[in-house]
């Protein structure tokens, strides 16, 4: 179970980073 959720937490980080990446972009 806390594998799970530690994959979901590192993806969900991963997804922020981009959007980030992406806002900062315009």
Same mark, same amino acid.
């Given at each position: 179970? %806390?594998?799970?959720?530690?994959? %979901? %937490? ?5 997804? %922020? &980073?981009?959007?980030? &990446? ?5």
């Amino acid at each position: 179970f %806390l594998h799970s959720v530690r994959s %979901l %937490l590192s993806s969900n980080d991963h997804i %922020l &980073k981009s959007h980030r &990446k992406y806002y900062s972009a315009e």
